[in-house]
């Protein structure tokens, strides 16, 4: 980062960061260098956060590895398999018939070596450390891994295209997306509710290269990491920060036409539900017998920004991205894939037809395939996604493995103590505003099959723009 984090006016925080930096570790394995720059060598990655964890097992997928625990207590090297079960507040821990209980343990690797984690469904595989924590839900598991081989792990797995360009463009995204989190006091997760990260098995030949070939490049704005935040496809029209999250606008997510993703596979889709199912579907994410849905407001580029559900006797508006995040809740991500969509309803079935997949905010992955397929650079196609923004180096001359960001001063280090915030789904965060009530594009008082087949996307339609509860901001969604 091009500012320093502490400055002669920031004296008399020193004595705070001091006390922060005992928390930091839980976020990312660091060091402050002369210059006053936090360098970051490692990210600390939840993993399995979504999953009830009891018991797992956990080895060395060569050689042996050194157990230990958080202070130092207790210490032993082993090659052999490491049972781990959550008893209350404390992790037992089980190596050759010989039992430990203790507030945390932590794996070591040898030197080029890794980890083997088995659950009672799945197995995975894991560079770094591995740190296990019990929790009221069971074991809290945390990886903490070179940063590099994260971001491989990450674009293996939200990218699975075969292009370098558009890969080196995902790798830049994927390391600016944790690296603002962390700089934000966020914990790195492993699901698409934050971004996709598989572990070894994921972090391909491909991926790892364009990890590497980007190595401590990042995208700012002014100065300051951005919220790199991406989505698979956009419908042929890039959707800005406001109208999905109802955020203050950022000048680099703006609204743009996007040629690109209009070659896609998800550049229109159809998807049925009965009346029935859906108006079941919403009522048990929104706690009101829904009867009947009305379009009440459509952003500039067609994507759907709220909706009203109306019950017997009362109503409840919520924006578009929590409706979808709804629906793809009780009924998958590939049923109402995006906000871009028009809807009918005949005969007791709902028709949606629509564009993209995903929240549609910044890079859209298969638009950087085709772009990368049409000659462009990583750069250029960073360019286009995130306008107003330059490339910068933050690992500058020290390694190519080391970040530099700002350790933050108000927020707080800890990992969020919520064990239920693990779905990876929007969120809807209390009652809108009521705006006027344009119509009702599937209530059954419309008598004409005209009527109730009316197509609700305007292209170009303006309307007036509200406060809108925000969605969270994640990768994918």
Same mark, same amino acid.
């Given at each position: 980062m091009k500012t320093t984090l502490f400055t002669s006016g920031l004296k008399s925080a020193l004595l705070v960061l001091l006390c922060l930096c005992a928390a930091w570790p839980a976020l990312a394995s660091n060091r402050m260098t002369s210059d006053g720059i936090r360098y970051v060598d490692e990210v600390?990655?939840?993993?399995?956060?979504?999953?009830?964890?009891?018991?797992?097992?956990?080895?060395?997928?060569?050689g042996s590895f050194v157990v230990q625990s958080e202070n130092g207590s207790y210490s032993r090297r082993t090659g052999r398999e490491v049972v781990i079960t959550a008893i209350g507040n404390q992790?037992?821990?089980?190596?050759?018939?010989?039992?430990?209980?203790?507030?945390?343990?932590?794996?070591?690797?040898?030197?080029?070596?890794?980890?083997?984690?088995?659950?009672?469904?799945?197995?995975h595989s894991y560079a770094g450390e591995l740190e296990v924590q019990s929790t009221s839900k069971g074991l809290r598991i945390l990886n903490i891994v070179p940063l590099e081989d994260y971001v491989a792990s990450v674009v293996g797995s939200e990218y699975g295209l075969d292009d370098l360009e558009g890969a080196k463009?995902?790798?830049?995204?994927?390391?600016?997306?944790?690296?603002?989190?962390?700089?934000?006091?966020?914990?790195l997760r492993d699901h698409e509710g934050f971004q996709v990260y598989g572990g070894l098995k994921r972090a391909t030949p491909a991926a790892r290269r364009a990890a590497q070939q980007t190595a401590g490049q990042v995208l700012e704005h002014k100065g300051n990491l951005i919220e790199a935040v991406y989505s698979a496809s956009n419908g042929g029209r890039t959707a800005s920060n406001t109208t999905i999250w109802g955020s203050k606008p950022l000048p680099y997510l703006k609204s743009r036409k996007d040629s690109w993703d209009s070659k896609s596979p998800y550049a229109s889709w159809t998807w049925t539900v009965s009346e029935k199912e859906l108006h079941r579907a919403l009522t048990a994410s929104f706690g009101l017998k829904v009867k009947d849905i009305h379009i009440l407001e459509e952003a500039g580029d067609g994507r759907i920004e709220s909706v009203r559900l109306k019950g017997n006797k009362?109503?409840?508006? @919520?924006? /578009?991205?929590?409706?979808?995040?709804?629906?793809? $809740?009780?009924?998958? !991500? *590939?049923?109402?894939? =995006?906000?871009?969509?028009?809807?009918?309803?005949?005969?007791?079935?709902?028709?949606?037809?629509?564009?993209?997949?995903?929240?549609?905010?910044?890079?859209?992955?298969?638009?950087?395939?085709?772009?990368?397929?049409?000659?462009?650079?990583?750069?250029?196609?960073?360019?286009?996604?995130?306008?107003?923004?330059?490339?910068?180096?933050?690992f500058?001359?020290?390694?190519?493995?080391?970040?530099?960001?700002?350790?933050?001063?108000?927020?707080?280090?800890?990992?969020?103590?919520?064990?239920?915030?693990?779905?990876?789904?929007?969120? @809807?965060? /209390?009652?809108?505003?009521?705006?006027?009530?344009? $119509?009702?594009?599937? !209530? *059954?008082?419309?008598? =004409?099959?005209?009527?109730?087949?009316?197509?609700?996307?305007?292209?170009?339609?303006?309307?007036?723009?509200r406060k809108k509860s925000k969605g969270s901001k994640r990768s994918g969604w």
């Open positions: 600390s990655v939840r993993v399995l956060g979504s999953t009830t964890l009891p018991s797992v097992r956990i080895a060395p997928i060569s992790v037992e821990i089980s190596i050759d018939g010989r039992n430990e209980r203790l507030a945390s343990i932590r794996f070591l690797p040898e030197a080029g070596s890794a980890l083997y984690l088995k659950t009672h469904n799945s197995n463009a995902m790798a830049v995204v994927a390391r600016t997306y944790a690296l603002y989190a962390l700089e934000n006091g966020k914990e009362s109503s409840k508006d @919520v924006t /578009g991205t929590a409706f979808r995040a709804a629906v793809a $809740r009780h009924f998958g !991500s *590939k049923s109402l894939r =995006s906000t871009l969509f028009s809807a009918n309803e005949r005969r007791g079935t709902y028709t949606f037809k629509g564009k993209g997949f995903g929240h549609g905010v910044g890079l859209s992955q298969w638009g950087a395939h085709f772009m990368a397929l049409d000659g462009k650079s990583f750069s250029q196609i960073l360019d286009f996604y995130y306008a107003d923004t330059q490339l910068d180096n933050r500058g001359d020290e390694s190519s493995r080391h970040a530099r960001i700002e350790l933050p001063v108000l927020t707080s280090l800890s990992y969020s103590k919520d064990e239920n915030d693990s779905t990876p789904v929007q969120r @809807v965060s /209390g009652q809108m505003e009521t705006p006027k009530e344009k $119509r009702s594009v599937f !209530s *059954k008082k419309n008598n =004409s099959a005209e009527k109730q087949t009316e197509n609700i996307w305007k292209h170009g339609k303006k309307t007036t723009k």
